[in-house]
């Protein structure tokens, strides 16, 4: 009995030891079980964190695609308008310098206007003044003819004055002409210097005629010059010339 025990014994620790050692297998299996259940779970959950990964990076690039898209359309729209800007600041330039051209010949336009408006102020005072000039000389003219008119009037009285002087002749005689003749000699009886004529003691008598040229002298030096107007008997009147000196009565009158 003795030796079946030790075999019964060294059997069941045997069993003991296998059942031991299928339970751990068991449990093993089962741990191994959980461990692959848990990391096919992570796996597939890596997968679908992978999936979901891949499509946001397809999103991305789709988004980057049409973010590219949509900045190739900006680059473009900002070329346009850059060209757009250019042509615009050309235009403004333009129009900047055609405005100050058009300031400048408006300036020089209102330069002409001044300069005609004070050419005609000058042409008007001018045009006054010549008006009023004109109105002077037309008084001096009137008051010249009334002056005339009175001179001739002298004249005429001086003439019958000079007339009734002359000697009466009992017996006319026939008229001699006598030429006057260079050298002949006669006094200043009369000097008109309101009218500018003197009264000479020489007449017919010594063949005086319109147009005889005085010679004025006084102390030997010739002063001036007259040339006769009107002839009388023993006495001329005749224009004093220009450039003569103050002719006074008493001075010598010669022919020349």
Not at 44 to 57: D, G, R, V
Request: one cysteine or more; hydrophobic letters at 40%; aromatic letters at 4%.
């Amino acid at each position: 009995m003795k030796s079946l025990r030790l075999p019964l014994i060294l059997l069941s620790l045997l069993c003991i030891v296998f059942l031991l050692v299928a339970i751990q297998q068991f449990l093993g299996r089962q741990q191994e079980s959980k461990a692959r259940l848990k990391s096919e779970g992570e796996l597939q959950e890596a997968i679908q964190a992978k999936e979901s990964i891949q499509n946001e990076l397809e999103e991305q690039k789709r988004i980057r695609a049409d973010l590219e898209s949509q900045l190739g359309s900006f680059k473009g729209q900002f070329t346009s308008l850059q060209s757009q800007a250019e042509t615009l600041a050309a235009q403004l330039a333009e129009e900047r310098r055609a405005k100050e051209d058009a300031l400048s010949e408006l300036d020089e336009r209102m330069r002409e206007v001044e300069s005609l408006r004070t050419s005609f102020e000058n042409e008007r005072k001018e045009k006054l003044a010549v008006q009023e000039q004109f109105d002077k000389i037309k008084k001096e003219y009137v008051s010249l003819q009334d002056q005339l008119n009175s001179i001739k009037a002298q004249n005429e009285s001086l003439a019958k004055q000079i007339q009734e002087l002359q000697p009466k002749k009992e017996v006319e005689l026939e008229k001699i002409v006598v030429k006057p003749g260079k050298g002949q000699e006669g006094k200043i009886l009369v000097v008109n210097k309101e009218f500018n004529f003197v009264v000479v003691s020489l007449g017919n008598n010594k063949g005086i005629i319109r147009g005889t040229i005085f010679g004025i002298y006084r102390d030997g030096d010739l002063i001036g010059r007259a040339e006769v107007e009107k002839v009388y008997e023993t006495m001329s009147a005749a224009n004093i010339l220009p450039d003569s000196e103050a002719i006074r009565e008493g001075d010598l009158a010669k022919v020349l």
